[in-house]
């Protein structure tokens, strides 16, 4: 199981940015909605930090407090794909964000319970 995280960018204060994660699979393919896709993030100097999972279907989202509100993640199914949408977005919003998959758990937040990890995408919201 690959993961390609992609959609980071420079942005002013308050503005949005999508990001999107695309599974992919070797062989003959996987499962998609099986998966819980679970976005992470590490500012600069900060440990990462847990910012909101999308559990197998059909169970609800799950966010971190500061993402609660602002943040909104979903999945194309046909495409393989989960996003991020972030809104109003702050400069203690900057951070490496990833994309990480599962399917040990329905949802989990916290990294260990994650076995296939995507690059992550940079994030940069000015003031």
């Known amino acids: 199981v690959q993961l390609q995280a992609s959609g980071g960018g420079l942005v002013q204060s308050g503005y949005s940015l999508r990001l999107s994660c695309r599974l992919s699979?070797?062989?003959?393919?996987?499962?998609?909605?099986?998966?819980?896709v679970g976005w992470f993030r590490q500012a600069p100097g900060k440990e990462h930090e847990f910012v909101a999972v999308?559990?197998?279907?059909?169970?609800?989202?799950d966010y971190a407090h500061f993402a609660d509100g602002r943040f909104t993640v979903s999945r194309d199914g046909a495409m393989h794909t989960v996003y991020l949408r972030m809104n109003s977005l702050e400069p203690e919003d900057t951070a490496i964000y990833y994309c990480?998959?599962?399917?040990?758990?329905?949802?989990?937040?916290?990294?260990?319970?994650?076995?296939?990890w995507g690059r992550g995408t940079q994030v940069t919201v000015s003031s």
């Open positions: 699979c070797a062989g003959s393919g996987c499962d998609f909605m099986s998966y819980a």
């Open positions: 999308l559990p197998s279907n059909p169970n609800p989202a």
């Open positions: 990480a998959a599962t399917r040990r758990l329905i949802r989990s937040r916290a990294r260990s319970n994650y076995d296939f």
